[in-house]
């Protein structure tokens, strides 16, 4: 491996014989170049089908109710089902193992004034666990605490684009809204990747803004999102059996799908989890085929290159050479051919994702990258490949008699 004298002949025969130098080794780099390309845009398509989701929590129920459409023990059609405060403490409670964070809410749209400026805005009383659900983050201040819902405080979590309508210059922090003749102390602005429409939101303890609606414990929705280690058909089964007990507990038809109704993410997330498997599959046979076809084209060359150097390895073999030394020699230099075009490969394939970057956002494709354990492991094989293709015909050529080599047109 570290003979000076091998290494000199193995230059020596590249220098000699550039043109089959470069058609050995660019069969490899191509090979390495389409594979990393093609996963980096299967990974593309996977980072945008996971932003599709990212406005909200991803493993998220969401629980409401309407009028129901079917009477149902000795109940009329057509009446208000509505939940309140104890019908989602049920909820949370039925499996507290599959629940993760989750937020009851309460919504009305309501004028809010600060100084000379207004606007009538949603207000959503909820809990703390509504900042994962939506996915917010805090940029000023704090979002609500517990404490905040036990004492019924009157403090407000604004989004950015209130702030921006409303308080306009300097940390709104501290500084009090009119929401609907009520003054609310701002403790908190959030930035939402839902955009400017979520972001004209603001929030406040639930147990405050029900108790300034007269009183009620009126719930709109409930927020619950289950625990991220359940699969989604496992998640989709645990949202059907909350929405029975909440059906039966509200007195609704199991067949009526208005007076209770269910929105899991998890429906989605299944059939994505499906498209992207199936995505996964193409994308790794088309990459697998491209290094296949790098190892037959590098194995049908160095076939061609050992029967070209056949009088030579019959000189060789006449003036002594060893069997092994003439196998090592031919493999050594598949080894280097094939690992310095990998290494191009590698290369130009990782420079093109990155000149990619985003560009092609539009098509679905969002910041295409491979792993450096794939490349690895795809320049590995073609290095082990590499090393087999030498190996066989070389190590057929050097069984071959002295005599016979040298007659070898």
């Known amino acids: 491996m570290f003979d000076l004298d091998r290494w000199q002949e193995i230059f020596s025969s590249i220098r000699s014989n550039v043109l089959r130098t470069v058609l050995s080794g660019f069969t490899v780099a191509l090979g390495l170049f389409i594979f990393i390309v093609l996963f980096g845009i299967g990974k593309g398509l996977q980072n945008a089908f996971s932003d599709g989701f990212a406005g909200d929590a991803k493993n998220l129920i969401i629980f409401s109710t309407g009028k129901a459409s079917l009477a149902y023990k000795g109940l009329q059609s057509d009446r208000n089902i509505t939940m309140n405060n104890s019908d989602y403490d049920f909820l949370i409670n039925a499996d507290k193992k599959k629940a993760g964070p989750s937020s009851p809410r309460y919504s009305a749209n309501l004028m809010v004034k600060y100084g000379k400026e ?67 102390k701002v403790i908190g602005v959030f930035s939402d990747d839902g955009g400017d429409r979520d972001e004209r939101h603001i929030t406040v303890p639930i147990t405050t803004l029900q108790q300034m609606k007269k009183g009620s414990d009126t719930v709109n929705i409930a927020y619950i999102t289950y625990n991220d280690k359940l699969t989604p058909d496992q998640a989709i089964k645990y949202g059907d059996e909350l929405k029975d007990k909440l059906k039966a507990r509200k007195s609704v038809s199991p067949d009526d799908e208005n007076g209770v109704r269910v929105w899991n993410n998890a429906q989605n997330m299944n059939g994505t989890f499906t498209f992207m498997a199936v995505l ?72 093109t994702l990155s000149l990619i970057g985003n560009s092609l956002e539009e098509f679905f494709i969002k910041s295409p990258s491979v792993g450096w354990g794939a490349i690895i492991m795809a320049f590995i094989a073609l290095i082990f490949s590499g090393l087999i293709a030498g190996f066989v015909p070389a190590y057929r050529a050097s069984r071959i008699k002295p005599i016979e080599a040298l007659r070898t047109e």
Not at 145 to 166: F, P, S
């Open 118 to 184: 207004s606007g009538l805005y949603q207000i959503n009383g909820a809990e703390p666990g509504e900042q994962v659900i939506e996915n917010r983050k805090i940029i000023d201040g704090r979002y609500l605490t517990a404490m905040d819902l036990e004492r019924k405080l009157n403090v407000a979590v604004i989004g950015r684009m209130v702030q921006r309508d409303l308080i306009k210059n300097g940390s709104p922090i501290g500084k009090e809204l009119d929401i609907n003749g009520t003054m609310y």
């Open 280 to 351: 996964t599959a193409i994308v790794g046979f088309i990459g697998l085929g491209t290094l296949l076809a790098g190892i037959i084209g590098i194995s049908n060359i160095m076939v061609y290159i050992v029967k070209e150097r056949t009088k030579e390895i019959g000189v060789r073999k006449a003036i002594g050479a060893k069997p092994s030394g003439i196998v090592g020699l031919i493999v050594q230099e598949s080894v280097v051919i094939t690992m310095v075009s990998g290494l191009i490969g590698v290369g130009i394939g990782v420079l």
